[in-house]
């Protein structure tokens, strides 16, 4: 059904969020540490890794406001979730660290086009999309927490 086909893609797509995020970030502190220029290769990088969020961030609000039933049973009865770890995860946490992250993903690409040199160019995928995937993954229900989910859904 659509909401386990959702939920496994949801799952998969995190991989791609951060190998592409992870990717930006690391190329941008080694270009800023040396001083390199700023190619279309790191173009591509930060791009995709905003290409990645933004299907990650619809597909996780398709399931937030409809197809899931943890947030749906959260919305059911607010005030015993808010008291519960794992519903206070769903309804709140996840979401607001993930748009959090969505939000430095987008001011980073237009700080980035708008930069006047490559260094400036390099230090912001460094910061920016690095405190991102920071934020992301603190936001992955990683299979060791409470909440925890599988690394990847079949
Ligand atoms: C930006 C807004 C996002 C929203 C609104 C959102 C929403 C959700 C919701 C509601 C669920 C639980 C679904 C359920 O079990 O019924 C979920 C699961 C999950 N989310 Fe998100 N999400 C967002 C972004 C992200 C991002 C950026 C990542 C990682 C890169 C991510 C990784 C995951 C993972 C790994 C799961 C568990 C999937 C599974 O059970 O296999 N989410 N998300």
Do not use: C
């Amino acid at each position: 059904m659509i909401y386990s086909l959702v939920l496994g893609l949801h799952s998969a797509i995190r991989w791609l969020v951060l190998l592409f995020g992870i990717l930006a970030a690391l190329r941008g502190f080694n270009g800023w540490l040396r001083g390199l220029p700023w190619t279309p290769a790191d173009e591509r990088v930060s791009f995709w890794a905003v290409m990645a969020m933004d299907l990650q961030a619809l597909l996780g609000i398709l399931l937030y406001a409809g197809l899931s039933r943890v947030t749906a049973t959260a919305f059911d009865n607010w005030g015993f979730a808010m008291r519960d770890n794992d519903l206070r995860f769903w309804a709140v946490e996840h979401l607001t660290i993930m748009i959090l992250a969505l939000a430095l993903l987008h001011i980073a690409r237009v700080r980035i086009r708008k930069a006047a040199t490559p260094e400036i160019k390099h230090r912001t995928a460094a910061l920016l999309v690095g405190l991102s995937m920071v934020l992301v993954l603190i936001g992955i229900p990683w299979p060791w927490l409470s909440y925890g989910r599988p690394l990847l859904r079949w």
